[in-house]
Structures are given as C-alpha cells and as structure tokens.
Nanobody
C-alpha cells in the first residue's frame, strides 16, 4: 500500500505561519519527486511547489516565492512545506503528491503525479 499522510493544516491569521508535513509509506521515497498542490473551492487544483529526489532542486509558484519553502527528509520519508506570511488567498485544501520525473515543463501538472495525499485544509483569516 502506498500512503501519503498529511498533517499540519489548520486556521491561521493573515501574516502567520504553518508547516505542513506529508509522510510517505509503501514506496521508495527517495525515488520520487514530491510536490504540493492546492485547490480552493470552485477552482482548479494548482501547483504550489515541488522538490526533486535529493532535495537539491526546487520549484515554486510565483505567488509563493519567498514565503513558502519546500524541504524533504529522506531518512524520515517526509516532505514539508513551511508557509510564512500567509495571505487569505492561500486558503485552500493542500495536497501532497509523488511523481517519478523532474521536468520543468510537467512538474506543475497534477496528471504527472502517481500518488496523492488526502488533502489538508489551510484557512487564512482575513
């Protein structure tokens, strides 16, 4: 069984911070690119950030650059997203995902990921 189990979501005031975690099991974690996506009500699921196998490469949605940081701990089979300076427009369900390729033209596409977490709600009050 492959599982991606998320934690850390919640309600935070604008300007605050949250750290989301996604613990993976049932797969060789270091063989997977890990990404975070988010989906607001009535909106499409969109790419937020991704990190390559070793953690040496990262990519971010322009609107979160400088505020969000993705990291991974392969020894713990866990990927994190540290979210600082949160804004109401960051409110969404956040999903972690695992994929096999690191390609700048495709890592932002949900269809390129093989496994998904259950999603965790992040609400930023305005």
């Amino acid at each position: 069984q492959v599982q991606l189990v998320e934690s850390g979501g919640g309600l935070v005031q604008a300007g605050g911070s949250l750290r989301l975690s996604c613990a993976a099991s049932g797969l060789t974690f270091s063989s997977y690119v890990m990404g975070w996506f988010r989906q607001a009500p009535g909106k499409e699921r969109v790419f937020v950030t991704a990190i390559n196998w070793s953690g040496g490469g990262t990519s971010y949605l322009d609107s979160v650059k400088g505020r969000f940081t993705i990291s991974r701990d392969n020894a713990k089979n866990t990927v994190y997203i540290q979210m600082n300076s949160l804004k109401p427009e960051d409110t969404a369900v956040y999903y972690c995902a695992a994929g096999r390729s690191w390609d700048g033209s495709t890592i932002y596409k949900p269809g390129e990921y093989d496994y998904w977490g259950q999603g965790t709600q992040v609400t930023v009050s305005s």
